[in-house]
């Protein structure tokens, strides 16, 4: 397919790393168009295991190019860390990774205020990553933004950056902290730029040319569907926009060209940071352990709970996914019980993820069915057929309860554990 879209139909951490991984080697480019390194992608291949942050999942085919467009912001220490990490690997980047000019800079006042405005917050915290993702994207919406094309003139790059320190350092140095140092952020940025620059490029013209010529392109979606600021869990969201419909405008390809969207699912839930949660589990110590995780970027717990059809139901729907790929199936292997939330209740009432705001959404009570767990462990099967019954039916009940066919079931994290149906 032309132009195909993996993203994450929950929280995040879906699997999207091992997704893009899977298909990649068949597509010429791979482009990342929202986000920053809030994201953590994890791949096992042959190379070793790695939690990329900003380069796109496909640059371990030689094969492919990446591109990381200008809908995503970017921690230039993070990129230049990553590409050192991924270069001592063996992975080559030259002529093969670009960067898109319009991108925006998180500077070190976007980490600063993130943690201020979260410790502001309190309670009600959204629980971010501080990599000052929110921030940044709140500097460009705003006007306020530094992007790569401006350190083409150096005076340019400049003068934005002392007027944007002149106005940070008034909130920091009001809220307790210290001033940032203009020279030091100055001359610290130019460095970063004089590494990057041989990557940085216009994308428009390798887009528009590839899309003319039949170039085959995958979109990796960072974060997942419901941690969209319109359409997630508000204001316990990310910056940026997750859905498919982002795409457009973080790497400028138009809507007609895109022909696929593949829906990552985890097989049960998870989620990094506050915000509601309805199929949570808090009561059972077995099930809490088996189902949380430790992220990718952060290192924190995800807390787990139980498959969420309405809100998968919801992704797929304000997405268009065609196929969900769905992972981690292994992990319910150890389950006498498995619960799958078919849809909730709120004051006694039948009611959709998308009739609530995130304070109510809190407070419904998800209406479970129970299905039989099949205790067996299944992490070298390869073929649906040899999987036991029940975890078949519970692959086919997801299939039913979101209403869009399963494609793909991964049963273990490393490249080759997943069975396509
Ligand atoms: P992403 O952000 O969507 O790319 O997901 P993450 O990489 O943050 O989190 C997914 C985690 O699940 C990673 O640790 C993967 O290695 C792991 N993983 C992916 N697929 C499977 C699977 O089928 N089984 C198991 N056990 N682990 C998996
Ligand atoms: P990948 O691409 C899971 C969550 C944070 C927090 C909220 C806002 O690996 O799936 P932010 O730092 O973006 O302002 O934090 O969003 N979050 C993610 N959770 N996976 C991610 O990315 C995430 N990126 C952001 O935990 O709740
Ligand atoms: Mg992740």
Aim: charged share 25%; proline share 4%.
């Amino acid at each position: 397919m032309p132009v195909t879209i993996i993203l994450g139909t929950q929280w995040g951490d879906e699997g999207k790393g091992k997704a893009i991984d899977t298909f990649a080697g068949d597509f010429d480019y791979v482009a990342r168009y929202n986000g920053g390194n809030n994201a953590g992608h994890t791949i096992i291949n042959e190379f070793g295991e790695f939690k990329i942050h900003l380069v796109p999942s496909g640059i371990f085919y030689p094969k492919t190019k990446c591109l990381i467009g200008g809908g995503v912001v970017i921690d230039p220490a993070v990129l230049i860390e990553e590409m050192n990490s991924l270069r001592k690997a063996g992975v080559k980047l030259e002529k093969r990774l670009f960067i898109s000019q319009r991108s925006h800079l998180i500077m070190p006042y976007h980490k600063i205020l993130d943690g201020l405005y979260e410790e502001a917050k309190g309670a009600g915290a959204t629980g971010t990553t501080r990599r000052g993702i929110g921030p940044t994207f709140a500097d460009k919406i705003s006007y306020n933004g530094i992007r790569w094309s401006d350190f083409t003139d150096k005076d340019i790059f400049a003068e934005k950056l002392r007027v944007q320190l002149g106005l940070k350092n008034k909130i920091i140095v009001a809220l307790g902290g210290s001033p940032l140092d203009f020279e030091k952020v100055r001359d610290e940025y130019l460095g970063y730029y004089a590494e990057i620059k041989p990557f940085i490029t216009e994308l428009f013209p390798i887009v528009q040319n590839g899309l003319k010529t039949g170039k085959k392109f995958l979109l990796e979606q960072a974060m997942g569907s419901i941690l969209d600021p319109d359409w997630g869990t508000y204001p316990f969201v990310t910056g940026s926009t997750t859905l498919a419909s982002a795409a457009t405008g973080g790497l400028g390809i138009p809507p007609r060209a895109i022909t696929r969207v593949i829906g990552v699912t985890k097989a049960y839930t998870t989620r990094v940071g506050a915000g509601p949660m309805p199929t949570e589990v808090k009561d059972d110590a077995h099930a809490e352990k088996a189902l949380s995780e430790v992220a990718a970027t952060t290192g924190r717990v995800r807390r787990g709970g139980w498959f969420d059809a309405e809100v998968v139901r919801f992704a797929s729907q304000v997405n268009g996914i065609d196929r969900l790929f769905l992972t981690k199936l292994d992990v319910l292997s150890e389950f006498d019980e498995i619960k799958i939330c078919t849809g909730y209740e709120f004051n006694g009432r039948k009611v959709h993820y998308h009739d609530l705001d995130s304070y109510q959404l809190d407070k419904v009570k998800p209406i479970y069915r129970i299905a039989k767990g099949w205790k067996e462990d299944i992490r070298g099967v390869r073929k649906f057929k040899d999987l036991p019954a029940r975890a078949r039916a519970y692959v086919e009940t997801i299939e039913k309860l979101v209403g869009v066919k399963i494609g793909w079931v991964t049963n273990g994290p490393e490249r080759d554990a997943i069975i396509k149906r």
